[in-house]
């Protein structure tokens, strides 16, 4: 059977990424059994017509049975590098990371879901890996409590980090992070919350109010300590409550 | 060339509903320039394998360059029963509509977008219409307000109503059916707002606490009054502020 | 500390809905651990002003750490009715289940991911149960193989099948339901093809053309053998290679 | 009343991007009435607390009763600069734009939609904008041809180009960008198909196989003859028939 994939191509140009994207499988990261979004590609020299999109699925369907973490990303980058014969592979893999917390006065115990995602690329042996993890947070605007009688405005935001390494030992985990950045809210969330902590998370946000420009300072502060980061980014988004838009602040930062 | 569609089934199954689904065209609609997203579909009777779609999409496409409005719902739906040679068809069309707001002290005005829909049905000469509306709200907790000494948590809601209608005269318009619906929040919402403006819907909010259910009585009541309307759906939802979930609540009623 | 929820409420309306939406959790359902997204309600007698929401979640949160079937719909919404003092309650789970697939002819072995739902209605003692599975499939046109000297369009599509049930006992398992739906396709879907069953896959399909409503009444007539069923619906999706928008059919049907 | 966003910040962080997101509102874009979705953000020095941005949506609100085009974003950047005293802005609008075309047959015409956005950023008077269209597609894969005694899989397909350009003077259009796309694939994508057109297209794709990597080539061979551009990405994504992921490639170039 003709391997059309395998044609001379003439038009000279090297594709830096091909592969396939929005596959769904279950994988164990970080321990935790996951359902995860993958995105996996790699270059394809400028001779090929085009790459063998069925080696990554067989790859991929491997790691359905035996857990992955932030070191096994180079094998798999390794792997596809090799089978598909060429120098550079990426994986992008997206997953809900469940975080337990107590809430603050009852200590009742719930899940926090978090949105994440691991990537990791090879360039022609050079390493690229990121950490990215998103967490929900209440935030409680400083000028409408300045400015008015009583109450505040206040509402969920999303705080997301990406943190990018050079390689992964000693990387921070979700855990860490997360509970890093939720410090900076005007109030941590919770999916749990008895009337006494209602009460509780409420009086706290009120007296801690912050812009979503506040928030994005605080963790950029917090994140800077975070060993072994050569570049970050933070941005973080307010679901206003007075507003049918969001507000929003991101900033990037490269780390010598 | 074969008439395929055409062809005798004998499976014996006369199919509800077949036709085309996430077209999006321009339309206008109630006097405003839509992006619409339409689902539009007729009955095939058990005789025959399949329906002829590029025929509702012949419909539809001459509905881009002349207005729309309720009553021209009926006139889309004959046409496809006439063309389609059947006895039942059904369009919804899914837009957002832009309504003018003067934020309330400052008085400057900005658009607020609501996420609407139209739907017809003549099922065998029956006709049925909905008219739905989604408008956005700001919610304040009265369990927060009450417990904490000071605040209370806040977050933006959205309402959505459904009206059922036997016919197309008479229908509310969606700028009524908005502002009914916001009057029952605790406040309502506003692209633009300057400081006096933030000022006065904080304070209006926490004086007027209501849980996702106050909004949803509250609207069933307001809806009630509304002349013509036969059957109706009212949901409401809550981005809890401090919960990564939502709040939820939802009443039907039939109006004899 | 004050139970606002508990306040005597005088607008009349019992109702029928309330509860939490977008609630994400791990839950191991029919031995399979998924990511869930969960909406969870109550009825609210027409005499107190609120629910007390944070009740659905500590009963949800439970559920995370025991395997969840069929079965155990009817304690989790005896348990809301009887911790929320009422007489109603409705929860509806979505998820991702995966299942394990042969390519035709290599056998390599991959897994396919189908979005499915249950959901458990406990109406003052009637229940109602539902399961949904939506399969992708190929579809490929008979209208444009018959036409065309060589070639034919064809595509992925969803076929989603909800059943309803009094009780559930005897229910049909969603590996099975899911085989019963891709039978009636051009051809099944599969993760992982060598290049001999792409071969077989793009010949069967092309021997096999069918239009979405050959597929949903193809499906209807499977779905109508099925065990126990009292109700339900079909609808079928063609994500059209030669438009940008979706060919659609859908079914409903009693069992009397 | 207190202006808590001009207060003096101490954290020494001048943040890059804050603002509005996810604003919905009616705009005139190259003479052509779109439903935008907004985001717009300015930076903000180091020395202030947070930014006004009110302002921002006062500048949009503006723009909802006059035509926008690419040489109108510079004064859009340069009022928020102004308003917001600060040296950076950016505004990236995202939109569909509709296009007419004629079936290749019959010569029907009909409006195919197209996600589109352009994006303009001033930094320290520094320019830079983006073109953005994306372009439904059918592709039919080669491979599958070439191995099957008749058939070939085929599944539409999106290529979305982004052209970056130092000045807006002489910015090729959303209509010629749109066709110069659309030439590389196996076909073009018709809203509205007879008869006859859909024979056309069947045995055009049929006769022109291209796998996601060759219609990714093809674009990029069109693309680097467009004037004026600085520098550009493709991406091609075919939602396979066989499977229930998509096929993916992605180029960059620098045009020097």
Chains 1, 2, 3, 4 share one sequence.
């Not at 059309?4 to 935790?32: H, M, S």
């Not at 979004?37 to 491997?62: A, C, W």
Request: contains cysteine; glycine residues 2%; proline residues 3%.
């Amino acid at each position: 059977m003709d391997d059309v994939q395998n044609q001379i191509d003439n038009r000279g140009i090297k594709i830096q990424q091909t592969g396939i994207k929005n596959v769904f499988l279950p994988l164990v990261i970080f321990d935790q059994q996951v359902q995860a979004m993958i995105k996996f590609t790699v270059s394809l020299t400028k001779n090929f017509r085009g790459t063998h999109m069925s080696r990554l699925m067989e790859i991929l369907t491997d790691w359905t049975s035996k857990p992955l973490s932030m070191i096994n990303i180079n094998s798999i980058l390794d792997e596809a590098i090799d089978k598909l014969n060429t120098d550079s592979a990426k994986i992008h893999i997206d997953f809900k990371y469940f975080v337990e917390r107590d809430a603050p006065v009852s200590k009742k115990k719930s899940l926090l879901d978090l949105d994440c995602f691991i990537e990791g690329e090879t360039i022609e042996k050079q390493r690229n890996f990121i950490l990215s993890v998103a967490v929900p947070l209440t935030t409680l605007c400083p000028c409408s409590k300045e400015i008015s009688n009583f109450g505040a405005h206040n509402q969920r935001s999303i705080c997301r980090v990406q943190l990018h390494f050079d390689n992964v030992d000693q990387i921070i985990s979700i855990e860490e992070l997360a509970k890093l950045i939720e410090m900076q809210a005007s109030s941590p969330i919770y999916s749990l919350l008895k009337r006494e902590d209602e009460k509780f998370v409420t009086e706290a946000a009120y007296q801690n109010p912050k812009f979503v420009e506040d928030i994005l300072r605080d963790v950029v502060i917090a994140v800077r300590k975070i060993h072994n980061v050569k570049y970050f980014t933070v941005e973080c988004e307010n679901f206003e409550s007075i507003h049918n838009h969001n507000a929003f602040a991101f900033h990037e930062e490269k780390i010598c």
